[in-house]
Nanobody, 122 residues
Framework: QMQLAESRGGLVQPGGSLRLACAAS????????MAWYRQAPGKQREFVAR???????MYADSVKGRFTISRDNAKSTMYLQMNSLEPEDTAVYLC????????????????WGQGTQVTVSS
């Protein structure tokens, strides 16, 4: 059982940058595949980026080239560096982890954080 806690969300102007953090505890972080999802009001939860326990990465087309996912196993923390932010990026950003790759993103599998709000507005 792993607990996750997102932080470092906030309000930024279009074109700005933000770096989210997801702190893990309760399990061996290095054995977990990790991912970022986001959900805006009235929309379904959307995949953003994934980083496996072997540090292979994958991104949604909508954020490719602008966002960078990374992890620091020594700190049991995952990050999402967000650059060139647009109003469409406004959402609650959620941290997710699972030991089985196919379980990543599943509502009732793995672990989820409480979310951190990102608002992009002028």
């Amino acid at each position: 059982q792993m607990q996750l806690a997102e932080s470092r969300g906030g309000l930024v102007q279009p074109g700005g940058s933000l770096r989210l953090a997801c702190a893990a505890s309760g399990s061996t972080f290095s054995t977990y595949h990790m991912a970022w999802y986001r959900q805006a009001p009235g929309k379904q939860r959307e995949f953003v980026a994934r980083i496996t326990r072997g540090s292979h990465t994958m991104y949604a087309d909508s954020v490719k080239g602008r966002f960078t996912i990374s992890r620091d196993n020594a700190k049991s923390t995952m990050y999402l560096q967000m650059n060139s932010l647009e109003p469409e990026d406004t959402a609650v950003y959620l941290c997710n982890g699972a030991t089985i790759l196919s379980a990543v993103g599943q509502t009732n599998s793995g672990s989820w954080g409480q979310g951190t709000q990102v608002t992009v507005s002028s």
